[in-house]
């Protein structure tokens, strides 16, 4: 099974800041394989990237997926006041698929 | 547009068995598969299993072998997920998803249920 960690645990940033967040896997995942998610409290995930760097269907240019092999990454430019959630990143090229444990991006 | 709508919460006692419902509308059912994805009280996303809704081929997460079910009705465009033995650690909001492929258990969701909580206590 591919272990998925993210780090930090919790970003405290303010409106209009850049958010870098990171996720490392255990073993080089698949063709990049890799999604990125955002939750918010009560609600479904929602799909932000795939295939590590593709948007998807009407998620805005200030949220970008990269990396390859073992390091990805998620970047927010410019913060939105509706981008303060908990991100979650996800393997999908082998079985088990598997979740980051999440990265909590809070108002400072 | 696609929609995938739960059944609603149950409470269950340790032992008994749930069975969560996702109808799927707004596509053609039979492309795809359906992946059940849970998250425990304040906890994060866990990944239960695929099963195809073409030909019913399943994927279980290792933990979970034995004792769960996926199964689909394509007369209805709906997929279950049946729980047995349930422990106080099976609490969790469990998520339908659409899966991208029919036939592996690989990819991506792009498309939700609203969940359904399952809680679990004497």
């Known amino acids: 099974e591919i272990v998925l960690t993210q780090s930090p645990g919790t970003l405290s940033l303010s409106p209009g800041e850049r958010a870098t967040l990171s996720c490392r896997a255990s073993?080089?995942?698949?063709?990049?394989?890799l999604a990125w998610y955002q939750q918010k409290p009560g609600q479904a995930p929602r799909l932000l990237t795939y295939g590590a760097s593709s948007r998807a269907t009407g998620i805005p240019d200030r949220f970008s997926g990269s990396g390859s092999g073992t390091d990805f990454t998620l970047t927010v430019s410019r913060l939105e006041p509706e981008d303060f959630a908990v991100y979650y990143c996800q393997q999908y090229g082998s079985s088990p698929l598997t979740f980051g444990g999440g990265t909590k991006v809070a108002i400072k | 547009q696609v929609q995938l709508v739960q059944s609603g919460a149950e409470v269950k006692k340790p032992g008994a068995s749930v069975k969560v419902s996702c109808k799927a509308s707004?596509?053609?059912?039979?492309?795809?598969?359906i992946s059940w994805v849970r998250q425990a009280p304040g906890q994060g996303l866990e990944w239960m299993g695929w099963i195809s809704a073409y030909n019913g081929n399943t994927d279980y997460a290792q933990k979970l072998q034995g004792r769960v079910t996926m199964t689909t009705d394509t007369s209805t465009s709906t997929a279950y997920m049946d729980l047995r033995s349930l422990r106080s650690d099976d609490t969790a909001v469990y998520y339908c998803?659409?899966?991208?492929?029919?036939?592996?258990?690989?990819?991506?969701?792009?498309?939700w249920g609203q969940g359904t909580l399952v809680t679990v206590s004497s």
């Open positions: 707004g596509y053609t059912f039979t492309n795809y598969g």
């Open positions: 073993r080089s995942v698949r063709s990049s394989y």
């Open positions: 998803a659409r899966a991208p492929y029919y036939s592996d258990s690989s990819g991506y969701y792009g498309d």
